[in-house]
C-alpha cells in the first residue's frame, strides 16, 4: 500500500513537471516537481502516515518537498485530486470540488466559483473566517460554523488558520501580466489546451502563459467558467494563478476590462479596484 500511494503521488507530480515543461515553465519550476516526486517515491514511509501525524511540516521533511508541493500532496490526499494539475489539463472542474462543503451545493458552488473565485477546499475554508462567505446570501453564523468545523476535520487542522495577510503582490505586477499573456495569446505565442468544461468539440482555444516575476511563479488563463461565457467574456477575463513557494499557498486574481466608472476601457484587478485607480492616475500624472 506504502508504495502503490506513494507511487501514484509522485506519478501525479510528474505529470505536472511534464505538463508546466510542454507549456512553457521555466526550468526551475518543472524540476521542484520532478525532485519532489522522486523524493516521495523514495520515501520508506506512506505520504498519507506522514500527513495525519505531523500534517504539512511532516510533508515537508521529505528532501525537495517545501510548503506549496506539500500542499499539493495534500491536495491529493484529502480529496483524491490536485486543482493545479486539472487546471494545466484543462480538465478542472472547481464547482465540483465546492460543492462536497456541506451545505454547498451545485448552484452555490457556481456562485462561490464565479464571485469570489473559489477553486479548493482551502479557498472555502479561508473565505469562511476571512468574511467573504458571510457576504454570500444564505451565509448565516450556524452554516459557517458548521463548513469551518467540516474543513477543520478533512483539512487536518489543529485550529483555526489566522486570518490571511493583506495581499502584497502590486497590482501593476499582475497588471503586467496580464498584459503579456493576451499580448502573447493574441500573437498565437503560447501552448493551447483544450477545456473539457464548455466546450462539446474538444477545440484546444485556450492559451495558457507560465511566467515568473522574481520568487513568484504566474499561471495565466482566459476564465472559462459559466458566467464568462455567459457573458461572452472568456477573452476578456483572465484569471492569474501565482505563488511564491511561501507559506499560505497558491493566490488567485481576475483581471477584466472594467466597463463602466472613472476606470471604463483600462484592465483592471477585480476587487483591487481603487489600488487600480490609484496606479493609473499616478501614471497619467
Given at each position: 500500500?506504502?508504495?502503490?500511494l506513494?507511487?501514484?503521488v ?5 505529470e ?5 515543461r ?10 521542484a516537481y ?29 528532501p525537495?518537498?517545501?510548503?506549496s508541493?506539500a ?28 460543492a462536497?462543503?456541506?451545505g454547498?451545493g ?10 469570489l473565485g473559489?477553486?479548493t477546499?482551502s ?8 468574511g467573504?462567505?458571510a ?16 474543513l ?27 498584459r ?38 504566474y499561471?495565466a488563463l482566459?476564465s ?18 501565482h505563488d ?7 493566490r ?5 476590462t472594467a ?8 484592465r483592471?484587478v ?5 489600488e ?6 499616478h501614471?497619467?500624472?
Amino acid at each position: 500500500m506504502t508504495i502503490r500511494l506513494n507511487e501514484h503521488v509522485a506519478g501525479q507530480l510528474e505529470e505536472v513537471a511534464r505538463l508546466l515543461r510542454d507549456q512553457g515553465a521555466g526550468p526551475y519550476r518543472v524540476n521542484a516537481y520532478l525532485r519532489a516526486a522522486r523524493s516521495v517515491r523514495r520515501s520508506a514511509a506512506p505520504v498519507d502516515a506522514m500527513w495525519r501525524r505531523d500534517g504539512l511540516e511532516g510533508l515537508m521533511t521529505l528532501p525537495g518537498v517545501g510548503d506549496s508541493i506539500a500542499r499539493a500532496i495534500r491536495e491529493l490526499l484529502v480529496h483524491g485530486q490536485l486543482p493545479m494539475l486539472e487546471r494545466l489539463r484543462g480538465a478542472g472542474d472547481a464547482v465540483a470540488v465546492l460543492a462536497t462543503v456541506p451545505g454547498v451545493g451545485r448552484v452555490l458552488a457556481e456562485r462561490l466559483h464565479a464571485d469570489l473565485g473559489l477553486e479548493t477546499l482551502s479557498d472555502v475554508e479561508a473565505a469562511a473566517h476571512d468574511g467573504r462567505l458571510a457576504s454570500v446570501a444564505g451565509f448565516g453564523e450556524k452554516r459557517l460554523a458548521g463548513i469551518r468545523d467540516s474543513l477543520a476535520h478533512r483539512l487536518g487542522r489543529l485550529r483555526l488558520p489566522p486570518s490571511p495577510a493583506a495581499d502584497t503582490v502590486p497590482v501593476a505586477e499582475l497588471l503586467a501580466v496580464d498584459r503579456e499573456y493576451r499580448e502573447k495569446a493574441a500573437a498565437g505565442q503560447l501552448r493551447l489546451i483544450a477545456p473539457r468544461r464548455f466546450n462539446p468539440t474538444g477545440e484546444a482555444w485556450l492559451p495558457v502563459l507560465h511566467t515568473a516575476r522574481g520568487a513568484r511563479h504566474y499561471t495565466a488563463l482566459y476564465s472559462n467558467t459559466a458566467r464568462a461565457h455567459k457573458t461572452g467574456m472568456t477573452r476578456d477575463w483572465v484569471v492569474l494563478y501565482h505563488d511564491d513557494g511561501r507559506q499560505g499557498g497558491e493566490r488567485q486574481h481576475t483581471v477584466i476590462t472594467a466597463m463602466r466608472g472613472p476606470l471604463a476601457g483600462h484592465r483592471i484587478v477585480a476587487g483591487r479596484e481603487a489600488e487600480c485607480e490609484a496606479g493609473y492616475a499616478h501614471r497619467v500624472a
